[in-house]
């Protein structure tokens, strides 16, 4: 069913960037005032490390270019299962009349009360916002102060007149949920970009074993590489990520550039195919995983933070060197990433073989660890930053 959705998505996406879904409610109106239409839906770029992730959307605003009122676009008041909306799969949050223009912003505000659903446990929503881990636990999540008036997303856009403007908010899972340090205390650190369907492409594909066998929850992640950047904590940026589904396809959004596609499943030896994307296009790539020679070795360890308060966390990258199917030359590609709190702890398992260790804080620190894994062994890691 993603496949042929995504082998459609050129057609669609050349159907709205023309307009043809013209707003019943566009035109002018008898003050002079000419308006277009807003559509606003929501995705995720999701993690292997959740069953689910629940988020309580209450509204959208806008903010106009000269203006200084937020209008209301969007009311969904809903609370969403962000890794439910992956591989191709969005929901509408709302389609809204608005004057032509320039706005120079939105902003999303996330909710307090969930709304009275059941979640995948087959319970009533708990909190409003929460994560469900594999092993089945519950974890409330604190949302920033900051966030109370809204997340703010600074990314224009332009309302033309009969006209309707698709944007895509992207919800990042993976980099949104921090998982708790000493404190017990997990936090929604709230990442969301916002993709205009006009110039948006998409990956997607198939994944497999040796063996044909379908590969259900490998992790499929969109990265780019900068070799030069001055922190080396930007010299690979996962710009989008998604799980395959049971029938072992994935399919992602992007903005059109260049990306090295990387697929990590437990168990195989991690895989990865260079392509440059145009806006509007649609390819496939599929992949075919490779068991290792040797069974895996495992890194843990527990992460210390110069500022212990409980709202504090850094960003854990394992990387290696591989190079990527049409690709000229070796590159460094992220096989895991973790958001962890103070005093909080972490456990891969990974093929052996030679990794760098990118631990980052918003403090701006970062640190580098070379690391060697060996087959059927376990190797400590304890991180201070």
Known sequence: MILKILKKLPILLACLSAGFLLAACGGNSSSGTTYGTLSTSLTDSTTDEYQAVYVTVTRVEVHHDGDGTWETVATPDKTYNLLELVNGIRTTLGVSSLATGHYTQMRLIIGKIPETGMNILGMTH????????????VHDMKVPSGTNSGLKIVNGFDIHENRTTELLLDFDAMRSVVKAGSSGQYLLKP??????????ASAFGTVTDEGSALQAGALVTAQVTAP???????????????????NGEYAVFLESGDYNLVVFQTGYLPACTAVTLTAGSAIMVDFTLAAPATPPGNISGTLTLASAAADTYATIDIRRQITCVDAMEATTITVKSLNIGHGGAYSVDLPAGDYQVVTSSLNGATRTEPVTIVSGGSLVLDIAI
Do not use: S, W
């Not at 990442?191 to 948006?200: G, R, S």
């Open 228 to 246: 030069a950047a001055p922190d080396v904590k930007d010299r690979v940026v996962i710009a989008a990520g998604t799980v395959t589904a049971d």
């Open 191 to 200: 990442t969301i970009k916002v993709l205009h369907a006009a110039n948006y």
């Open 126 to 137: 708990p909190h409003a916002n929460y994560a469900i881990d594999q092993a089945g636990l």
